[in-house]
């Protein structure tokens, strides 16, 4: 029996200073490990317990994200596995006050639900 689509997860991050290189942007390393941890928090809704990332598949950088903007991540399941799962995660960049809103980040991670052991676990078993 699958679950029905769950809604995104979304994460906001206001980007400060000690987040960025030395061009006054995010840090690309640093984005990832955001990415990251979007995907990995709507895997755990999904698989209802813990999971681990097994490949992180490609991500864009379309535009910096300044020091002082906020940046939304949404991370949605887009496909189900017996034991894993791809989650898409975009990333919004948004000055604060005035200015549009704009697609900044882009990626796909495979996380895989895991029992006490670290081992596979069904996602079916998260129901």
């Known amino acids: 029996m699958s679950l029905p689509p769950a809604p995104p997860t979304v994460l906001v991050e206001m980007i400060f200073p000690d987040q960025a290189n030395h061009y006054g942007t995010l840090f690309g390393g640093h984005a990832l490990a955001l ?10 809704r999904r698989a209802a317990g813990s999971v681990v990332m097994a490949r ?41 006050g005035a200015g549009a809103p704009r697609p900044a980040l882009d990626g796909k991670f ?12 069904p996602l079916s078993s998260a129901i």
């Open 35 to 44: 990415m990251a941890r979007a995907a990995f928090v709507a895997a755990c």
């Open 110 to 121: 495979v996380m895989v639900a895991v029992d006490a052991d670290g081992r596979p676990r």
């Open 56 to 96: 992180s598949e490609r991500v864009d950088f379309a535009t910096p994200i300044r020091v002082g903007e906020m940046l939304e991540l949404r991370a949605e399941i887009l496909r189900e596995g017996r034991s894993s799962m791809t989650v898409a995660v975009r990333g919004i960049a948004q000055p604060i």
